[in-house]
């Protein structure tokens, strides 16, 4: 059974405090402190594997859209360092895209991959 309400993962915070550094220079400090040397990231526009290749998928990014800004927007969900949450991408005060992630860490607490969706799940009627 997954633990509903759990603190994130120290490696987490630092892959969400990547996402969102304003100095692009910076965003290699973040993901020293948060990703496995071959991390998988994959979602609906980018499959790429290794610490260089997230770096610079984040650095494009923050790059074109400095006002961008990513936000948990659920709880934290996870049990066997699986982990599952909601997040939005914000402009000031408005949500550009909702999406889902589910993150997995190795044994020493690094994140390894991250697969995301985009969009909210229907449920049926």
């Known amino acids: 059974m ?10 987490m ?3 969400w405090n990547m996402w969102n550094e304003p100095d692009v220079e910076q965003i290699r400090s973040h993901l020293e402190l948060a990703v496995s040397d071959d991390v998988l990231f994959v979602d609906p526009l980018h499959q790429h594997q290794g610490k260089d290749a997230l770096e610079a998928n984040v650095r494009q990014l923050r790059s074109e859209k ?37 993150t997995t860490l190795n044994e020493d607490g690094m994140v390894e991959r991250i697969d995301g969706f985009f969009g909210e799940l229907v449920e049926f009627a």
Do not use: T
């Open 2 to 11: 997954a633990n509903s309400d759990i603190e994130m993962p120290e490696s």
């Open 13 to 15: 915070r630092h892959y």
């Open 66 to 102: 400095p006002k961008y800004s990513f936000v948990i927007a659920s709880n934290i969900d996870g049990h066997s360092n699986r982990y599952r949450y909601r997040w939005n991408l914000m402009r000031r005060d408005r949500v550009l895209l909702k999406g889902f992630d589910v």
